[in-house]
């Protein structure tokens, strides 16, 4: 199990959760966050500063975000397990059906 990251991250990319996250797990696309589901070692410290409440634990992902499992899956497709997100920085390459959303209401 993993925790994963839904929609209302999307555009927001806050980044608290990237500061809490003790092994480096969480990675950065182009319109939001990804948990790196081989990396996380389910410590939970990312959930509660979530901002927008986008983090949930992977049995607990609400019905209507349940695609964004498997999207949290999918980033990581060509990215394979790089061993942190500082090593590799910002990569643009979101499921394309989360770039074809319409922007998030700020």
Same mark, same amino acid.
């Given at each position: 199990m993993t925790y994963v990251i839904a929609e209302p991250c999307i555009d927001v990319l806050d980044k608290a959760?990237?500061?809490?996250?003790? &092994? =480096?797990? @969480? /990675?950065? *696309? !182009?319109?939001?966050? /990804? @948990?790196?589901?081989d990396e996380c070692v389910d410590c939970g410290a990312c959930e509660p500063v979530c901002p927008v409440e986008a983090i949930y634990y992977e049995d607990d992902?609400?019905?209507?975000?349940?695609a964004y499992t498997q999207a949290n899956v999918d /980033?990581? =497709?060509?990215?394979?397990?790089?061993?942190?997100?500082?090593?590799? *920085?910002? &990569?643009?390459? =979101?499921?394309?059906? @989360?770039? =074809?959303?319409?922007?998030?209401? !700020?």
């Open positions: 959760c990237i500061d809490e996250c003790p &092994v =480096d797990c @969480i /990675y950065e *696309g !182009e319109r939001m966050l /990804y @948990i790196h589901p992902v609400p019905d209507q975000w349940s /980033y990581f =497709d060509q990215l394979g397990s790089p061993g942190g997100a500082s090593k590799v *920085g910002k &990569v643009a390459d =979101d499921p394309q059906w @989360i770039k =074809d959303l319409p922007p998030q209401a !700020e």
